[in-house]
């Protein structure tokens, strides 16, 4: 069974940083495109930042040039280093990745990390 797990969430002051981490583990041929979206309380889930198998990115326009997608397949994992963090970057941080199995693709979620920023 294949699973996306997540960790390096927690508490940090406006102005720090944290980086999250998303391992994929599991039966699967290749990873495709994999990202990183948000839900604060009440909000809509949103896109954070994508990168795809040839590490071409993606961000929100509210994240650009403080966040950082990466991944390192050898490890079947995707990095998020957040920077310069604002109260408003305050949500359930999911991973989200496209993988490559016997029977085709298919998309999976990792079960959220919550990262708060306090002002």
């Known amino acids: 069974q294949v699973q996306l797990v997540e960790s390096g969430g927690g508490l940090v002051q406006a102005g720090g940083s944290l980086r999250l981490s998303c391992g994929a583990s599991?039966?699967?041929?290749?990873?495709?495109?994999m990202g990183w979206y948000r839900q604060a309380p009440g909000k809509q889930r949103e896109l954070v930042a994508t990168i795809t198998p040839g590490r071409n990115t993606n961000y929100a326009d509210s994240v650009k040039g403080r966040f950082t997608i990466s991944r390192d397949n050898a490890k079947n994992t995707v990095y998020l280093q957040m920077n310069s963090l604002k109260p408003e970057d305050t949500a359930v941080y999911y991973c989200n990745a496209v993988l490559s199995r016997s029977l085709g693709t298919r998309e999976y979620w990792g079960q959220g990390t919550q990262v708060t920023v306090s002002a």
């Open positions: 599991g039966s699967f041929r290749s990873m495709n495109a």
